[in-house]
Structure formats: C-alpha cells, structure tokens
C-alpha cells in the first residue's frame, strides 16, 4: 500500500511542508518500516508546548478615575488576561497609560510582560525602540531654538530628500551587514535616508524650561521609524515559524524566537543595532539644532520605553513603558523621561524595581479612545476651535501645516490621572518637570496625501 500524510500522522507527525518530499522519497524508494522509521528520525519534531490552563499573574497598576475612563481600563485587563496565558510568559504590569491595541490577546500599550529564554516581535511591535532624549541648553531662549528645531528636523512619510540626509555611521552600516536580519542593502538605503526623521502619528519635538533650574530643553520623541519596521516584519515570519511547530494554539500576534536558537540570538543582536540607530536618529537631531544656534549641551539623557529588556534568560517586553532599573539599560547617563501631552510638562524620574512596577514606569498619557472616536466627539465644533482652545499660551506647529486634532491634549487620558496613579502605586520618584513652551508634529499627513488627490486628465 502506499504510503501517504495520514501514516505520517499516526506516526506522530504534525503537518508540515517536508511531507510532500518525505512521502516521495519513502514510496520511490519502497522503505520498509524499520527504513522509514530511521529516515524520519532526521524530521523530529519538538514536543507541542501548550498554553497556560490559567493567565499568570499580572499586576494592576490603573484604576478607572472617570466613568469614560471604566471601559479602557475593563480592556487592558482582559487582554491581559488572554494574554498571560502564553507558554513562556512568567508575569506581567499594567501602567496606568495602558490602554488597548486590538482584540483580546494583544499586548496593550502600557503593558509589561517577562518571558523566559523568548523574544516576542509582536510585543514591541513595529515602532522598536520608541524613545525619548532630552538635550539642555541652559539660557538659550526657547523660541529661538524652537525655530531652530523645525528648520533642522523631518516629519512625517519616508526620508529625507537627497542632498538633506543626515550621516548615518559607516561603523553601524558594517554592523548592519554583518546580521543576519539586517544584512539588506535595501533597507540599509532605508535606514540611511531615513536618518534625522522623526515620522508621524504621537512623534515630537518638544520644547520646554526646567521648573527646577529654568534652564531651556529640548526633548524629541520617535522610533526607529523604516528599519525598525522591516526588522519587526522579519521578526514576525520568523517567529510564526517557530509557533506553527511548538505552539500553535498561541496567537499569531503572540509568537516567539526562542533564544537559545541562531535565529533567537541574531534577533536579539538585530535589535541592539536599532537601537543604536535609533540613539543615534535622535543625536542627530540634537546636535544639528546645537550647530545651528552654535551652542553647547549643558546635559544629555535618553531612554527608550518600547523594546526588550534583558536580565539573564529573563527577557522584560515593555509595550510602551520606561526602564528605572538601570540593569536595563547599559549606556544609562542620567534619569528617565515621561512625556504626558503637548500642554503638559515631561516628566524627569527616577526609580528602582520594586513590588508593584517590575522595574518600569509609564511612558506617557495614554489613550482612553481611538483616534476616530476622539474626532467623532469633537464634530460639532470646527478644527481651529479645537486648537485654539486647546493651544492657548504654547507655539504648537504641525509639519505639515494641516493640524491633527487626534493629537491635541484632549485625545489622551488625563495626565492629572496618570500622575496621581504614579504616586498611588510608588511607581516612580518625579526629579524635575520640564515645563511646555511649544512643540513641533507631524500634523494630518494624510489629509493632502498625493494618492488622495484626484489626477487630471487632459482632454486630446
């Protein structure tokens, strides 16, 4: 009788694409059992590993403080829940800016969890490294150097023209191509031009006066913009291979590298490498904003608060969250930055890993609705209403010139809120406040989209 997929399966086989040539090979070559059997031994398959029967604990640091507030916090919890019951999670945090990022399962922003000996693409998402740095003038006057940011810096799609990009490091291009997830000349070219950008959505520049020193700060806000994206989307193929052999009941969102492979320890070496394009993306901004007013940095720091974090074959996935422990971070050079919104001041912190916080604070304001609900509560009134209003007293400038109300102070959570939760739960120790003076966006991109405009036709 032939043999075929079903044999393979009693045999203890899952499906998978060797089948196809295993079953050829056995039938061309007219295997006995006892051949079959010493055949297959090259195919082994790993054992499956289940989910959790029940989530692993997780600590709640956010309470709903307004009713419109219930709904978010009934989300995160929830999706927490599902969420601890992935096979290598050990425990987790909410932050009180946590709020939801899809269905029940995902990891929220706001969100931390600890898994053991595994790196979760999907639990930094495609924004690696979303960090934040912060560059003292001393007396330079804010404005001056608010002026001299939006004529240095980049919002918004894709890179930076030719002729206007900003050096990226040969010492970091070498690296790139010495690993295997960033060897692309490609996205080499990506990471090169999109050097000095800043991107879109909540991404900043954002200007300020030390409350304790009066002394101007600037304070920019962004990711690891295209590169980062494509290791994210490597990242993914890469671990959903991995799931569909030794956990396939865990959500594909959920997937992960295991460390202790080539392709867990060449990920985990990837992500240190954007992450130093992105410092370096940041310091670039900085230091050309430095060049053009021709003055020095009084101090600088920086943190990032959306990657992973390691300490032994513990593997901490901050989903937007700020490292205290300075175990977490090897270049550490001062304290921690939490930017809340454009009206109100950054946060300086400092703090140590403690009962409720797993080592981490909140990175920001948060969200208690999504961008189209916000701008659906606001329809009655016109979009200069809203950012009059909510713009009174700052220099608020978008990019784009196109404002984007979905950014504006009322679209986030309370930042009141926040700070209250931060002192409840002992989460953090609040050094300085770098109070608002203005702030450059990226704006509504999309509003002027060239694939949203209507081509002419010229008659013949």
């Keep these: 009788m032939e043999f075929n997929g079903n044999h393979l399966i009693e045999l203890g086989y899952r499906p998978a694409k060797w089948f196809k040539d295993a079953i050829n090979y056995i039938n061309e070559n007219n295997l006995d059992e006892i051949q079959i059997r010493e055949y297959l031994d090259q195919f082994k398959q790993s054992d499956i590993i289940p989910l959790h029967e029940t989530a692993k604990d997780f600590i709640i640091n956010i309470r709903a403080e307004h009713e419109s507030e219930t709904d978010n916090v009934e989300k995160v919890i929830n999706t927490m829940k599902v969420l601890m019951k992935t096979p290598t999670l050990t425990t987790g945090a909410l932050m009180p800016d946590a709020c939801p990022t899809g269905p029940e399962g995902l990891i929220p922003v706001g969100g931390v969890v600890v898994a053991k000996n595994a790196i979760h693409p999907g639990f930094h998402s495609a924004d690696i490294c979303c960090s934040v740095m912060l560059t003292d003038f001393g007396d330079a006057d804010p404005k001056e150097v608010l002026d001299a940011a939006h004529s240095v810096t980049h919002f918004g799609y894709g890179g930076r023209p030719r002729g206007e990009q900003m050096p990226m490091s040969q010492e970091l291009m070498d690296a790139f191509r010495e690993n295997y997830f960033l060897n692309d000349e490609k996205l080499i070219s990506i990471a090169r031009s999109h050097m000095g950008t800043q991107g879109d959505g909540n991404h900043f520049l954002f200007v300020g006066k030390s409350k304790n020193t009066g002394n101007t700060m600037l304070v920019t806000h962004h990711g690891s913009r295209a590169p980062g994206a494509a290791l994210y989307d490597k990242g993914m193929k890469v671990a959903n291979r991995f799931r569909q052999d030794i956990s396939p009941e865990t959500l594909r969102e959920n997937a992960w590298i295991p460390f202790d492979t080539e392709e867990g320890q060449a990920y985990w070496e990837a992500l240190q490498l954007i992450r130093t394009w992105t410092k370096e993306n940041h310091t670039n901004i900085h230091d050309a904003v430095l060049n053009k007013l021709g003055t020095e940095k009084q101090d600088r720091y920086w943190n990032e608060h ?18 205290l422990d300075d175990k977490f971070m090897p270049d550490i050079t001062g304290p921690r930055l939490i930017p809340l919104n454009m009206s109100e001041p950054v946060l300086i912190v400092q703090g140590k890993t403690n009962g409720r ?10 969200r208690n609705f999504s961008r189209t609900q916000h701008k659906r ?6 979009i200069e209403e809203i950012f009059d209003e909510e713009t009174q007293g700052l220099d608020i400038r978008f990019f784009s010139n196109e404002i984007d109300i979905s950014e504006l102070p009322s679209a986030y959570k309370s930042a009141k809120n926040v700070r209250v939760q931060i002192e409840e739960y002992g989460l953090c120790e609040v050094l300085d406040e770098v109070m608002p003076y203005g702030c450059i966006m990226a704006g509504d991109v999309g509003k002027n989209a060239p694939w949203k405009k209507k081509k002419k036709f010229r008659k013949a």
Aim: overall charge positive.
């Design 377 to 382: 509560s606001l329809a009655h009134k016109t």
């Design 306 to 323: 959306n990657f992973v974090f390691r300490d032994g074959d513990l593997f901490y996935h901050a989903k937007g969250a700020t490292p």
């Design 357 to 366: 916080n797993l080592g981490f604070a909140p990175h920001g304001a948060g």
